[in-house]
């Protein structure tokens, strides 16, 4: 009779995407009814994405997408983890132009306003996935930076806030700083 014998592993493994459902473009992926936050890496490759649709009275869904660069496709699916943060581009730009250029880089809660701050000129980030899922994200591009976080106020982005501290302390920022805005 044969032996058969049970592994178990600390992770579980993860499937691969099914890239025969993956899309070439984005809006493809998602329609036309969704807003589209594309995670770039730091040399501006494809690597996530998150989509936005507001529903109206106050709620909203959202989805993420994969790019899976053997197949050139985006898949919907998350990546899990490792994904760049938001801007990322942007931010390596500013690290390698010398001595950090912008004396602050602010990190907020969520692609909209990560945009809009960015609009006003402001150098600023997030994380993918919401509140909860800050851990998801290098941190690593904010290594010697000198972070400000404006939460939101609610406690999921209390929770957030200290997230973020605790993330790019363990990447070794320069400083952290939470803005109260109560």
């Known amino acids: 009779t044969p032996i058969t014998r049970t592994i178990k592993t600390e ?3 993860e499937a691969k995407p099914d890239a025969s ?10 329609g036309t009814n969704y807003e589209i936050y594309r995670y770039p890496s730091e040399l501006g490759e494809p690597v996530a ?3 936005r649709r507001d529903l109206g009275n106050g709620k ?26 938001f801007n990322a581009p942007a931010l390596a730009a500013d690290k390698a132009s010398g ?20 609009e006003l000129g402001f150098l600023c980030t997030t994380s993918i996935g919401g509140s909860n899922a800050a851990h998801k994200s290098d941190w690593s591009l904010l ?20 997230n973020v501290v605790q ?9 952290v700083k939470i803005v109260d805005l109560d």
């Open 143 to 162: 290594e010697d930076v000198h972070v400000v976080i404006i939460p939101d106020c609610d406690d999921p982005g209390s929770k957030y806030a200290q």
């Open 49 to 51: 994405a998150a989509a």
């Open 99 to 118: 001595p950090l250029a912008a004396d602050y880089v602010l990190v907020v809660e969520g692609e909209r306003c990560a945009q809009a701050c960015a």
């Open 60 to 85: 909203k869904t959202f989805r993420q997408a994969t790019w899976l660069p053997d197949d050139e496709v985006w898949v919907q699916k998350g990546k899990g983890s490792e994904v760049p943060l």
């Open 167 to 175: 993330l790019c302390t363990e990447a070794g920022a320069a400083s």
């Open 21 to 30: 459902k993956g899309k070439r473009t984005l809006t493809e992926l998602f």
């Open 11 to 13: 992770k579980p493994i």
